[in-house]
């Protein structure tokens, strides 16, 4: 049998990250916030619309914001691991970050892609499954 890759090691969110994604998300309408993978995120109606991943904040985007976002603001898709862009989502670069003002204008954009979609359910932990 092939030996398993090791999982990478991800390092925690900086505290001032942290500090900043819960002030740009609230006060958004319909918003639910809970931890994926260790990390903040954001959902409107059981759909993703903002994380953090280690030093990065990530937004959903709809396929002409994100081309603008990636153009305008010199972005880039989101690779959890290299090679591996997730769709849809483009971390926030450092000047974006900089500005709430700016950082708030495309915070409500992924909300506005993210309450468009249909409405996800939260799914219940299943019981372990037999083998």
């Known amino acids: 049998m092939p030996a398993k ?3 990478p ?5 900086p505290e001032e990250m942290v500090a900043l994604f819960g002030r740009v998300v609230e006060g958004l309408p319909e918003v639910e916030t809970r931890r994926m993978f260790g990390y903040p995120a954001a959902f409107v109606h059981g759909q993703m ?5 280690q030093s990065s904040m990530i937004l959903r985007l709809s ?9 305008d603001h010199g972005a880039r898709l989101f ?7 997730m769709r849809e989502y483009a971390a926030v670069p450092p000047a974006v970050l ?3 003002t700016l950082l708030r204008q495309w915070l409500r954009r992924a909300h506005g892609y993210a ?3 249909p409405a996800k359910q939260r799914k ?5 499954k037999k083998r």
């Not at 690779?79 to 862009?85: A, D, T, V």
């Open 98 to 100: 900089a500005s709430e």
């Open 5 to 7: 890759k090791p999982m």
């Open 124 to 128: 219940k932990a299943s019981a372990a």
């Open 115 to 117: 309450a468009s979609l």
């Open 63 to 71: 396929e002409p914001d994100r081309a603008a976002f990636l153009k």
């Open 49 to 53: 619309f903002s994380s953090l991943f």
């Open 79 to 85: 690779e959890p691991m290299p090679g591996r862009p």
């Open 9 to 13: 090691k991800f390092t925690k969110a």
